[in-house]
């Protein structure tokens, strides 16, 4: 039987965060926790298991997200990763449903989420959230799905913003938005704009570090957005070898 804890202010600065574990030096556990105080006052729940490992839901009113979305009354799950020895025990299950329990607490008409079709690295897993009922309310390119699961059928379907739903940017080179929502932001947006000035290659880096600039970006999925010559490229944080292989294919 697995124990739940939720993240506090109170609590934070000891809790470890399930997707970031190092100690409270790392820049990354930093950069997470600096994001997630500000938010846990406009309604953030960070909720995992106790365990050290990933399984954990993290997710905040529609309206304070950190997406283009317009899903007024709902509760949208920012992350939800449960992996590795975690998996196969229902802690998935758990959470989920105790999410759900807690907006409906919270008067919410339901949740959304961003996936894409297939599997992709940092979205929720589709064919899980169909078995959970979630559909699909709106689609953003290149591969963004909104995804929704109402508590009561006259529910508003939610959609994207129109700036999110053809994600384009001004600008020559590479473009990155990012924000601090994911803590591997704060390790590897250094490290890309080293590589790309290694490379002499233009890199023009924007972090997102408002409400309402991440309610307006240009792409979908704002805690990294990639661009080459105004053209989206990836939501895939970049290691050096990706990155250096994206290179020689532009």
């Keep these: 039987m697995m124990d739940y ?3 506090t202010e109170e609590n934070l600065e000891k809790e470890h965060i399930c997707c970031a574990i190092a ?3 790392d820049p990354q556990v930093m950069a997470k926790k600096e994001w997630m105080y500000e938010r846990l006052k406009e309604g953030l ?3 995992k ?3 050290r490992g990933k399984c954990f839901i993290e997710y905040i009113p529609a309206e304070c997200a950190w997406v283009p979305i317009l899903a007024e009354g709902y509760m949208h799950i920012n992350c939800f990763w449960v992996s590795g020895s975690c998996k196969g025990h229902g802690y998935a299950n ?3 449903e105790r999410c759900i329990a807690d907006a409906k607490r919270k008067g919410k008409i339901g949740l959304t989420v961003i996936t894409s079709e297939k599997k992709k690295s940092f979205l929720s897993d589709p064919k899980y959230l169909a078995y959970k009922g979630f559909r699909r309310a709106d689609m953003a390119k290149p591969y963004f799905e909104l995804w929704y699961l109402p508590f009561e059928e006259q529910a508003e379907m939610p959609q994207f913003r129109e700036c999110a739903k053809n994600p384009v940017c001004d600008g020559e080179g ?3 938005y990012y924000t601090g929502g994911c803590p591997f932001t704060a390790k590897y947006v250094p490290l890309l704009e080293q590589w790309a000035k290694e490379k002499n290659i233009f890199m023009k880096v924007m972090k997102i570090d408002s ?3 991440a309610q307006n970006a240009p792409a979908a999925w704002t805690n ?6 105004g053209a989206y490229v990836t939501h895939e944080i970049l290691s050096e070898k990706k990155f250096l292989a994206l290179i020689e294919s532009l």
Aim: aromatic fraction near 18%.
């Design 49 to 51: 298991g106790d365990i």
């Design 211 to 213: 409400t309402e600039k």
């Design 45 to 47: 729940v960070f909720l």
């Design 94 to 96: 758990d959470l989920l």
């Design 5 to 7: 804890i939720q993240i």
């Design 174 to 176: 590479f473009v990155l």
């Design 23 to 25: 100690n409270n030096k």
């Design 224 to 229: 990294y957005a990639l661009f080459y010559n």
